[in-house]
């Protein structure tokens, strides 16, 4: 039986041509600067996000990091949603290794920020208070089910926070879903912010790595954060060339997984016991629920045994991800076991 992994986009492999690249790529020092493939992907970053540089980070979640050790000092504040990846799912790093309090404000069900609340939010020059030095935003937006922020909110939050001091860094780990969704260039949604991080490793299915894209003052500054943080990696051109790979074939096919996910959630809308946890699915998450009358606990171990993927935690609703290692018909597949489970938790409960 074949295993349908819908637990993220991040257990993608690397395609063949990616295989290949790493294979013949052409390395270097890269903490001398010296790997012409390195080199060549954060060019190539920058330019996609409109920015004057890019650094390749191991993660995410440390091109994240670093972007707050970039902008702020020990001791400041910074803004982040309560829903956001980098305040739940990222060690609490910010506030460890950043010295600074992460002040939350809810997000809406599309992963956005209320302006008015951004703007109550920062702090005024008051001896009593640390300073709010970053806002930070997520586009994608994870938890909110793969929502996205669009140009406009991204600009007019952008504008507020410049016009008050703040910096603004955008979790981009899957902005290039956002661009898709929205049929925008990835620019578009970056022009505004002074950073933004975005991976490699999730629906672009390249094996290792983020790219941190800034102004060339940040990041410089930010390079030095990642050495100190222990990301100077050495022939890094054999992760970067899967990472060209990638941007150069990995991106205009997003909108597969998009409508795959689409396809996942009007069939699971349909199977009794299930309920859609969103209203709409823009990218490549669905998040769902079941009746409260079957066990989140069985239901699990049902899909297991049917080999199926789907992630759950924190008591959250479940969460599938589509991504190019799963086809329409994978898709189908899916929804056929899923269905079965179901039912046999329906009747075991109905007896
Ligand atoms: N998210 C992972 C898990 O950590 C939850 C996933 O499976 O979705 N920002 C966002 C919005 C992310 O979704 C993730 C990964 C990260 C940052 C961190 O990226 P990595 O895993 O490369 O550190």
Same mark, same amino acid.
């Given at each position: @039986?074949? #295993?349908?992994?819908?637990?993220?986009?991040?257990?993608?492999?690397?395609?063949?041509?990616?295989?290949?690249?790493?294979?013949?790529?052409?390395?270097?020092?890269?903490?001398?600067?010296?790997?012409?493939?390195?080199?060549?992907?954060?060019? @190539?970053?920058?330019?996609?996000?409109?920015?004057?540089?890019?650094?390749?980070?191991?993660?995410?979640?440390?091109?994240?990091?670093?972007?707050?050790?970039?902008?702020?000092?020990?001791?400041?504040?910074?803004?982040?949603?309560?829903?956001?990846?980098?305040?739940?799912?990222?060690?609490?790093?910010?506030?460890?290794? *950043?010295?600074?309090? @992460?002040?939350?404000?809810?997000?809406?069900?599309? *992963?956005?920020?209320?302006?008015?609340?951004?703007?109550?939010?920062?702090?005024?020059?008051?001896?009593?208070?640390?300073?709010?030095?970053?806002?930070?935003?997520?586009?994608?937006?994870?938890?909110?089910?793969?929502?996205?922020?669009?140009?406009?909110?991204?600009?007019?939050?952008?504008?507020?926070?410049?016009?008050?001091?703040?910096?603004?860094?955008?979790?981009?780990?899957?902005?290039?879903?956002?661009?898709?969704?929205?049929?925008?260039?990835?620019?578009?949604?970056?022009?505004?912010?002074?950073?933004?991080?975005?991976?490699?490793?999730?629906?672009?299915?390249?094996?290792?790595?983020?790219?941190?894209? *800034?102004?060339?003052?940040?990041?410089?500054?930010?390079?030095?954060?990642?050495?100190?943080?222990?990301?100077?990696?050495? =022939?890094?051109?054999?992760?970067?060339?899967? &990472?060209?790979?990638?941007?150069?074939?990995?991106?205009?096919?997003?909108?597969?997984?998009?409508?795959?996910?689409?396809?996942?959630? =009007?069939?699971?809308? &349909?199977?009794?016991?299930?309920?859609?946890?969103?209203?709409? #699915?823009?990218?490549?998450?669905?998040?769902?629920?079941?009746?409260?009358?079957?066990?989140?606990?069985?239901? @699990?171990?049902?899909?297991?045994?049917?080999?199926?993927?789907?992630?759950?935690?924190?008591?959250?609703?479940?969460?599938?991800?589509?991504?190019?290692?799963?086809?329409?018909?994978?898709?189908?597949?899916?929804?056929?076991?899923?269905?079965?489970?179901?039912?046999?938790?329906?009747?075991?409960?109905?007896?």
């Amino acid at each position: @039986m074949e #295993i349908i992994d819908l637990r993220s986009d991040t257990i993608t492999h690397p395609t063949p041509g990616m295989r290949q690249a790493i294979f013949e790529a052409e390395v270097g020092d890269d903490v001398y600067g010296e790997d012409a493939t390195v080199n060549r992907l954060e060019m @190539m970053a920058a330019a996609s996000m409109g920015k004057e540089a890019a650094l390749l980070t191991t993660s995410g979640t440390q091109g994240n990091l670093i972007a707050v050790l970039t902008y702020t000092n020990h001791g400041d504040e910074i803004i982040v949603g309560d829903e956001a990846h980098m305040f739940w799912y990222e060690v609490g790093g910010a506030a460890a290794l *950043g010295g600074v309090t @992460m002040r939350t404000l809810p997000n809406d069900s599309c *992963g956005r920020l209320n302006p008015d609340d951004i703007d109550r939010a920062i702090r005024d020059k008051d001896i009593h208070y640390p300073e709010t030095t970053l806002l930070c935003l997520e586009n994608t937006h994870n938890r909110c089910g793969g929502t996205v922020l669009t140009t406009d909110y991204t600009n007019e939050v952008c504008n507020l926070a410049h016009r008050r001091g703040l910096k603004v860094h955008l979790d981009g780990a899957r902005i290039f879903n956002a661009a898709i969704a929205l049929g925008v260039p990835a620019c578009a949604l970056t022009e505004n912010v002074d950073s933004v991080s975005l991976c490699l490793s999730k629906g672009l299915s390249a094996p290792v790595g983020s790219l941190l894209c *800034g102004s060339k003052d940040s990041i410089e500054r930010a390079r030095k954060f990642r050495k100190m943080l222990g990301g100077g990696m050495r =022939q890094a051109g054999i992760i970067a060339a899967a &990472g060209i790979v990638a941007l150069e074939t990995m991106v205009d096919r997003l909108g597969e997984d998009h409508a795959n996910a689409r396809r996942l959630a =009007q069939g699971l809308a &349909g199977i009794k016991g299930i309920t859609l946890a969103q209203d709409n #699915i823009p990218t490549n998450i669905v998040m769902f629920k079941l009746s409260p009358e079957l066990s989140a606990r069985e239901f @699990m171990e049902g899909l297991e045994k049917a080999g199926v993927k789907v992630g759950l935690r924190d008591g959250r609703p479940f969460r599938a991800v589509t991504h190019c290692m799963v086809s329409s018909s994978d898709i189908d597949e899916a929804l056929t076991r899923i269905e079965t489970v179901c039912r046999r938790l329906r009747r075991r409960v109905q007896k």
